[in-house]
Nanobody, 115 residues
Framework: QVQLVESGGGVVQAGGSLRLSCAAS????????MGWYRQAPGKQRELVAT???????NYADSVKGRFAVSRDNAKNTVYLQMNSLKPEDTAVYYC?????????WGQGTQVTVSS
């Protein structure tokens, strides 16, 4: 099993920045893709950004140029740097890791962007 602990959410004004962190523990060998998803009220969960074990990144069009995903394999941690935040970025952000085609999810952290 893989356990994920997220941190870094909060309330920020439009145009501000936040950095999310997600630390993985437990049976963490062979973790491949790590990333972030979000879910706004009344909407489905959507991909924000992912990073593969080889460092390849993938972003939702809505966050390209504003968000940056990175990982520290020595710390088993994935980060999401969010800049130029907009009110429409308000959501619960979930960390996700994939290990042997199994998805693991964090508990979620709230990000609220005020206008």
């Amino acid at each position: 099993q893989v356990q994920l602990v997220e941190s870094g959410g909060g309330v920020v004004q439009a145009g501000g920045s936040l950095r999310l962190s997600c630390a993985a523990s437990g049976t963490i060998f062979s973790i491949n893709t790590m990333g972030w998803y979000r879910q706004a009220p009344g909407k489905q969960r959507e991909l924000v950004a992912t990073i593969s074990g080889a460092g390849r990144t993938n972003y939702a069009d809505s966050v390209k140029g504003r968000f940056a995903v990175s990982r520290d394999n020595a710390k088993n941690t994935v980060y999401l740097q969010m800049n130029s935040l907009k009110p429409e970025d308000t959501a619960v952000y979930y960390c996700n890791v994939q290990r042997w085609a199994v998805d693991y999810w964090g508990q979620g952290t709230q990000v609220t962007v005020s206008s």
